[in-house]
């Protein structure tokens, strides 16, 4: 399982934009072959800083992912929102309690 984390950060102009993108895709993308789970999380202190959180059967699925069609629509639309530059990364899982 691979966790994939995305920081970003908007202009308190651009957050409802960015919200607004990620309703509309959002089925689409946890429907994604290989997506375990996809959740948006806010920085509680701060409503600008939004992270998703997804879930991903390997690594080859998150790849996949990202080089179809839908990443390329969706991905420079919220590119062009950001006020800072994102911050992914990726982790393995070694252990979960659920």
């Given at each position: 399982m691979?966790?994939r984390?995305?920081?970003?950060e908007?202009p308190?102009?651009?957050?409802s934009?960015?919200?607004?993108?990620?309703?509309?895709?959002?089925?689409?993308?946890?429907?994604?072959?290989?997506?375990?789970?996809?959740e948006?999380?806010?920085?509680?202190?701060?409503?600008?800083?939004?992270?998703?959180?997804?879930h991903?059967k390997?690594?080859?699925?998150l790849?996949?992912?990202?080089?179809?069609?839908?990443?390329?629509?969706?991905?420079?639309?919220?590119?062009?929102?950001?006020?800072?530059?994102?911050?992914?990364?990726?982790?393995?899982q070694?252990?979960?309690?659920?």
């Amino acid at each position: 399982m691979i966790i994939r984390w995305v920081h970003m950060e908007f202009p308190p102009e651009q957050r409802s934009a960015f919200l607004d993108l990620f309703e509309a895709h959002r089925e689409a993308i946890a429907s994604q072959p290989g997506c375990k789970g996809l959740e948006l999380v806010q920085n509680e202190d701060n409503q600008n800083k939004i992270s998703t959180l997804s879930h991903w059967k390997s690594t080859e699925a998150l790849n996949k992912y990202r080089a179809s069609a839908l990443f390329a629509q969706v991905w420079p639309a919220t590119k062009a929102l950001f006020s800072a530059p994102p911050q992914a990364q990726s982790f393995k899982q070694l252990w979960s309690c659920s």
